[in-house]
């Protein structure tokens, strides 16, 4: 790895950061005049630009050398930015006395911006505008991904922005909508924007604040899941439950799709075999638990209750409008299952990836025919295509990771918390799939502030490798990964 590059590339990932920090401080200006709320956003900004510009300007000089980078590079870039950019952002947290320990600020910031939606906070609406912007806002900067933004705004990077990208968002194959990434990026980009606005301006129609509104944009479209009210989107009416719904599926599908839907190509979007089971996935499961509420009348409205709530975790938002907790343990498992799966490859969600579990069922029934029919060629067909055996074992193998990374939270948190297995299992899973809440001592009306800083410490672990889509994360871990 070079260093140099590594920081250079750090320095304006964190500056770009500290520039949308200062939207934070207008809402802060504008509300309370209290020198100790302004300084909480003030310092991390001047902080962050004391560090990045030296850095910057000390290496502009070489920029040359940066053209290219290697892989160990990128893993660098993208890895110590996630973190580097989360243990900066948590300051804003810790100086305005919103949260005890620099633990929880770390946590809060790191489930902001993985767009988990974990929280330790028990009342969000004693907070200052400020930090509920803030909150939200790590969202919507982690919801398409720091780098993207990155890459997107920073010129002179479209040699090294393939290597950048795609190592912050993966899938098991890339139909790119623009031929170079940088483009592809700023088309991204503005796809986000234009649909963040466009779901500012539903919800505020519906009659939601303005501020909450915006908030709630945030983190359905980025698929994050914080609220500004104790009740989640339980604190509003059913026309708003229905317009967050339809927000969080647009986050969940793949933002390639999007742009083909923009240029009109319905057939490239309609054929596209995980988009299709995305639906059929949501469907299915959405009348299974429907079926299972109507029967038990746990709730007057089941269908709606189930749809959101499906929505809401298949694709990691993590909102609520009822808990779920009491729900019959039936759906429960049901619940456990969309959570790991997840939504679509390229989306703001998170999870192991609908195209991903698709690739794992063909290959379990490749195996099978192929005991049957030891001398047969079966390959595995992804969107028409056929895919190499390369991308065959990477899915596999990221899926024996993400099942060890699962297991090794649940057995951390059994270790260190007084929780039963299944808040274990689900807190461990939630973090990775980056859905917020999860079961029982977890679960939707709870929140995660009892937590040791053990248990806490290895959920921001689990959030950053969950994001990250594991190999970027885990491979800073690995000793020859910072050698030359």
Known sequence: MHKRVTLYYIAQVLLICSLFMATSLIWTINENPSKTYRLSFIIPIFLAWLISIPII??????????????????????????????????????????????????????????????????????????????????????????????????????????????????????????????????????????????????????????????????????????????????????????????????????????????????????????????????????????????????????????????VSLMTATGYATTDFNIWPQSTKGIILFIMFIGGCAGSTSGGLKVSRFLLIIKQVFRSIVKMIYPNSIQPIRFNAATLSEKIVLSVMAYFVIYLGLWCFGSLILLATESCGIITAISASISALSSVGPGLDAVGPTQNYAWMTMWGKWTLIFLMLAGRLEVYAFVCLFLPVTWKK
Request: contains cysteine; hydrophobic residues 50%; glycine residues 8%.
């Open 57 to 310: 300007l000390c290496l502009k000089r070489k920029k040359e050398t940066f053209r290219y980078i290697s892989v160990k590079d990128g893993i660098g870039i993208v890895g110590m930015s996630w973190i580097i950019i989360s243990l900066w952002g948590a300051i804003p947290f810790l100086l305005s006395h919103s949260v005890n320990n620099y633990t929880d600020a770390v946590f809060e910031t790191v489930s902001g911006f993985t767009t988990t939606g974990a929280s330790i906070f028990s009342d969000v609406e004693s907070l200052s505008r400020g930090i509920l912007f803030w909150r939200s806002l790590t969202h919507w900067l982690g919801g398409l991904g720091i780098i993207v933004l990155f890459v997107a705004l920073i010129p002179n990077v479209s040699t090294t922005s393939f290597a950048l990208c795609s190592l912050e968002t993966t899938g098991i194959g890339s139909d790119k909508a623009k031929p170079r990434i940088k483009d592809t990026a700023i088309v991204l980009w503005k796809i986000y924007v234009l649909l963040t606005i466009a779901s500012v301006a539903i919800l505020v129609y519906l009659g939601m604040p303005l501020f909450d509104s915006i908030c709630h944009a945030f983190g359905a479209i980025a698929t994050g899941g914080y609220s500004t009210k104790n009740a989640s989107i339980g604190a509003y009416g059913a026309n708003i439950q229905w317009a967050i719904t339809v927000i969080m599926i647009l986050g969940g599908i793949n933002f390639s799709l999007h742009y083909f839907l923009v240029k009109g190509n319905f057939g490239k979007v309609f054929k596209d075999e995980e988009f299709k089971w995305y639906f059929v996935l949501l469907a299915v499961c959405s009348l299974l638990i429907a079926v299972i509420l109507k029967n038990s009348s746990i709730t007057l409205s089941p269908l709606r209750d189930s749809i959101f709530q499906v």
